[in-house]
């Protein structure tokens, strides 16, 4: 099962009835706190645009806000501050974040990523997708979004803590039996992770 979630520069053109909503925390276009107002009852996703910014779920990653190397200390310093963040980047740049990541030595964050294909499905690897870019009829993008979004979404357990961390030896299919779910379950927990057998000691998997 996936959601629809919708962002926009301009509040007011996000339709009335929109259950999930971006906004910015910080920049030019920073609206979240009208974001939350006009929409209190929303799940309510804070981008931030400049890596500087120690706010919100969502670092975006595009040509003139941050850059990928910047989006590592940003995931950095929000899961210092006890966040599960998330960056936000086109499909045609994803290769490169994820390699900043991996030069780095840092755990991969979880992704949202621009696809204007017009298809309502998330990538593997990915928890959303944003579809659908604003036009002359609609003033505000539409994303596709996984059932569950780790850092967005509360955890289905009510937990906050609830996840192992990966060992040596450990297997996805061996952490979902050890917690009582099959392998189906944990990979829909688990949307950021791209293949069963790509797991790798230090990385959080969601039970």
Same mark, same amino acid.
């Given at each position: 099962?996936?959601?629809?979630? $919708?962002? &926009? @520069?301009?509040?007011?053109?996000?339709?009335?009835? /929109?259950?999930?909503? *971006? !906004?910015?925390?910080?920049? +030019? #276009?920073?609206?979240?706190?009208?974001?939350?107002?006009?929409?209190?009852?929303?799940?309510?996703?804070?981008?931030?645009?400049?890596?500087?910014?120690?706010?919100?779920?969502?670092?975006?990653?595009?040509?003139?806000?941050?850059?990928?190397?910047?989006?590592?200390?940003?995931?950095?310093?929000?899961?210092?501050?006890?966040?599960?963040?998330?960056? $936000?980047? &086109? @499909?045609?740049?994803?290769?490169?974040?994820?390699? /900043?990541?991996?030069? *780095? !030595?840092?755990?991969?964050? +979880? #992704?949202?990523?621009?696809?204007?294909?017009?298809?309502?499905?998330?990538?593997?690897?990915?928890?959303?997708?944003?579809?659908?870019?604003?036009?002359?009829?609609?003033?505000?993008?539409?994303?596709?979004?996984?059932?569950?979004?780790?850092?967005?979404?509360?955890?289905?357990?009510?937990?906050?803590?609830?996840?192992?961390?990966?060992?040596?030896?450990?297997?996805?299919?061996?952490?979902?039996?050890?917690?009582?779910?099959?392998?189906?379950?944990?990979?829909?927990?688990?949307?950021?992770?791209?293949?069963?057998?790509?797991?790798?000691?230090?990385?959080?998997?969601?039970?």
């Amino acid at each position: 099962m996936t959601r629809l979630m $919708y962002d &926009s @520069v301009t509040a007011g053109d996000i339709p009335n009835d /929109a259950t999930m909503v *971006a !906004g910015y925390v910080d920049g +030019h #276009y920073r609206n979240i706190d009208t974001i939350r107002k006009r929409f209190p009852h929303a799940l309510v996703v804070g981008i931030a645009v400049d890596a500087r910014t120690n706010d919100g779920i969502v670092l975006d990653v595009e040509q003139g806000d941050a850059t990928p190397t910047e989006s590592v200390a940003w995931v950095v310093k929000r899961r210092h501050a006890g966040k599960d963040p998330s960056v $936000y980047c &086109s @499909v045609s740049e994803w290769n490169a974040v994820r390699a /900043a990541f991996h030069d *780095a !030595g840092v755990e991969q964050p +979880h #992704y949202w990523v621009a696809h204007y294909d017009g298809v309502a499905s998330v990538p593997k690897g990915a928890v959303a997708k944003q579809f659908k870019p604003g036009s002359a009829a609609h003033h505000y993008d539409i994303s596709v979004v996984s059932t569950y979004w780790p850092g967005v979404d509360p955890h289905p357990s009510g937990r906050k803590d609830a996840y192992v961390v990966v060992k040596k030896g450990d297997t996805l299919s061996g952490i979902a039996a050890s917690n009582h779910l099959t392998l189906t379950q944990i990979e829909k927990l688990n949307p950021q992770i791209k293949h069963p057998d790509w797991i790798y000691p230090g990385q959080h998997v969601y039970v």
